[in-house]
């Protein structure tokens, strides 16, 4: 895939099924429990991504350590962790929460920085890190008095489950698995989905399946669309543009998401929620500054 136009193509189909997801997981948790919500959308995608890679790839079986590790590591906190997502979206609006999504190359790099050798940090780099968060304290702007507030609690989680995906992207990576992307992928959403279903009967939420109309066209939206399809365009992306080119499309889902829900669910997202995204592009752009400098050059040349 060279043509630069098909890569944007699908760069921008990819930044809108993930940012049509957070207002579709609003629509969902109108009828369904959160825990089990988020089980249901990876009960789906674990089913048709374990079906493409035993049908089209000749690996699809975790049958060493490493590839044991990742999955483990990818399903207990790329999936699993994204339960407090869907708990922290009961009080927290879906433009606000796919905005925190921005801090995840940020807390990746930290974790980079403390469980994978080859990492380093310039003090520049350090400087883009604490823009990050100043950014998400803006964002977050918790209150001193009101700190187990419901709005509050819920922007915690949300952030919780952005540690969490960001610590299990830099684990998978750290156990250098060598399963085939969409077995990698099937294999984590099967362990997430059993851990987020434990943790569901756990706390007390009823295993009822989706009743209403709205409820099944979102657990079926996010499992097919924006988990399984997504997850396979963003792979493809990842072999054919690089970790740095693909980690941008976590720039371009707050928009899609914020117009999402501002046109679909009346939502209303503050001045300064918009300045704190800002922050973090910007700590972002400090960080990763040298590699971005040479995409933009590599992009020059393409044009």
């Known amino acids: 895939m060279d043509n630069r136009f098909v890569t944007v193509g699908l760069f921008a189909l990819l930044a809108t099924l993930w940012g049509f997801s957070f207002p579709a997981i609003d629509v969902g948790l109108q009828s369904l429990e959160p825990v089990l919500f988020a089980a249901f959308r990876y009960d789906v995608a674990a089913v048709l991504l ?17 590839n044991l590790t990742a999955v483990l590591a990818g399903g207990a906190f790329l999936v699993a962790g994204n339960g407090l997502l869907f708990v922290g979206q009961q009080t927290v609006p879906s433009g606000v ?27 520049v780099g350090a400087v883009g890190i604490l823009l990050g968060f100043l950014g998400v304290g ?8 009101n700190l187990l507030g419901a709005d509050g609690v819920g922007r915690l989680l949300v952030l919780g489950q952005v ?68 997850f396979l365009i963003y792979f493809t992306l990842l072999d054919v543009r690089g970790a740095l ?35 973090v592009l910007s700590g972002f752009v400090l960080l990763k500054r040298h590699e971005l400098a040479e995409l933009a050059a590599e992009i020059r040349l393409a044009v």
Do not use: C, K
């Not at 374990?50 to 975790?62: D, G, I, N």
């Not at 803006?138 to 008095?145: E, F, M, Q, S």
């Open 245 to 279: 080119e693909t980690s941008l499309v976590t720039y371009l889902v707050p928009v899609v998401a914020t117009v999402a829900s501002v046109v679909f669910l009346n939502e209303t997202i503050t001045p300064l929620t918009v300045v704190g995204f800002l922050v």
């Open 50 to 66: 374990l079906v493409y890679a035993v049908t089209r790839t000749s690996q699809w079986l975790p049958a060493n350590r490493a």
């Open 138 to 145: 803006l964002i977050v702007r918790p209150d001193p008095a």
């Open 163 to 230: 540690v969490s995906i960001a610590l299990g992207g830099v684990l998978v990576q750290r156990a250098s698995p060598t399963l085939d992307r969409a077995a990698l992928s099937g294999w984590s959403m099967l362990v997430g989905g059993v851990l987020l279903h434990t943790a569901s009967l756990a706390i007390g939420e009823p295993l009822v399946a989706p009743a209403t109309l709205h409820a099944q066209v979102a657990v079926l939206y996010l499992g097919v669309f924006a988990t399984a399809i997504a």
């Open 97 to 123: 929460a796919a905005i925190m999504q921005s801090l995840v190359p940020i807390v990746t790099s930290l974790w980079a920085l403390g469980l994978l050798p080859e990492e380093r940090v310039t003090p």
